[in-house]
């Protein structure tokens, strides 16, 4: 008999394609974990401060900065940055040289090279005068849903003395990611290790972040509530201190004022606030800031201006 109703013959019937799942997203650097939080809390001011940056060219940029304080001596701070042709992402350019000279002659060096798609290599040098203080290599590959780092801090072969760092994070879900830190340190007749897990969850709107380890614990939560209103928690535990701390800070954007605020307060009786304001069309940011210590009966102000 013939096909009476109609139907389509079961061959001939359209097959759904498999429904392909989004590829995991990379989890980014262990030391970012707590970045989104952190940058809600005011940096500490005091004294006076001029900042001049100068864009020499399209790769090649210079700051000048001025700092007069009464806790210490007046200073001068070079900072050169040279950005390569290598551009992965907006904040992300190969290779990278920053530099930091200050008036007494100590300087701060880094130099970041991408050695593969997926390979970085960053050296750190710090010297205090003449004499080196740190010198530090750090090599990082970045997979598909996977970052591992293995970092080595001042190696000495004759004095048998070196400070490795081990991190690793796996992205299990497109909201979750777990990894560890592993510190191992040796000099003579001392030698140590600490391991360090840590979670991240992330959302829309709110991230949460815990390091727990047999030095302690840190624990951050960031809340962005709309386009204006950011709000960071954290915790902070030290089992050789025996020392916690609590803090909160807020950061509270006003477009149309051109003005962040910023402000904070923590469990050791310490409250802080900074301000800055942005003077279209000058390329002028200015900045002032308190923070008062109740505790130590101790308070510092500042008043920073910002050209280019």
């Known amino acids: 008999m013939g096909n009476t ?3 389509a013959p079961i061959g001939a019937l359209p097959r759904r394609s498999p429904r392909r799942e989004e590829p995991l997203p990379n989890p980014g650097s262990f030391d970012e974990l707590h970045r989104l939080c952190k940058d ?17 060219s399209s790769h090649f940029q210079v700051t000048h900065t001025v ?14 940055a040279y950005a390569g042709d290598w ?6 350019v190969f290779p ?7 008036s007494s002659g100590s300087l701060n060096a880094q130099v970041l090279f991408l050695l593969a798609e997926r390979l ?3 050296a750190v040098f710090q010297t205090q005068q003449s004499k080196f203080l740190t010198w530090q290599f750090d090599g990082e590959y970045r997979g598909g849903d996977y970052t591992a780092t293995l970092t080595l801090g001042n190696p000495d072969l004759i004095g048998e003395s070196v400070i490795v760092v081990a991190h690793f994070l796996q992205s299990l879900t497109h909201r979750l990611v777990l990894g560890g830190e592993l510190v191992y340190h040796r000099r003579p007749g001392e030698e140590g290790a600490i391991l360090t897990l840590a979670g991240k969850y992330s959302t829309v709107h709110w991230v949460a972040t815990l390091n727990v380890g047999s030095g302690g614990a840190h624990a951050s939560y960031y809340h962005r509530a709309n386009e204006q209103v950011q709000v960071g928690v954290e915790f902070e535990a030290n089992t050789r201190l025996q020392d916690t701390a609590f803090s909160f800070g807020y950061h509270l954007t006003l477009p149309q004022a051109n003005m962040v ?11 802080g606030a900074v301000l800055e304001k942005k003077m279209p069309p000058l390329p002028v940011t200015l900045a002032l800031g308190a923070f008062l210590n109740h505790w130590r009966n101790r308070f510092h102000c500042g008043f920073s201006v910002t050209v280019g």
Not at 87 to 92: D, G, R, V, Y
Not at 96 to 102: A, I, K, M, R
Request: hydrophobic residues 45%; contains cysteine; neutral net charge.
């Open 5 to 7: 109703l109609g139907l």
């Open 40 to 56: 809600v809390f005011p940096a500490q001011m005091d004294g006076v401060k001029l900042v001049i940056n100068k864009v020499l």
């Open 67 to 80: 700092h007069m304080s009464t806790l210490g001596l007046p200073g001068y701070h070079l900072h050169t």
């Open 87 to 92: 551009q992965l992402s907006p904040t992300e």
């Open 96 to 102: 990278t040289v920053l530099g930091d000279l200050d």
């Open 120 to 122: 970085r290599a960053k």
């Open 261 to 271: 605020f910023r402000g904070m307060v923590d469990s050791n009786w310490c409250v």
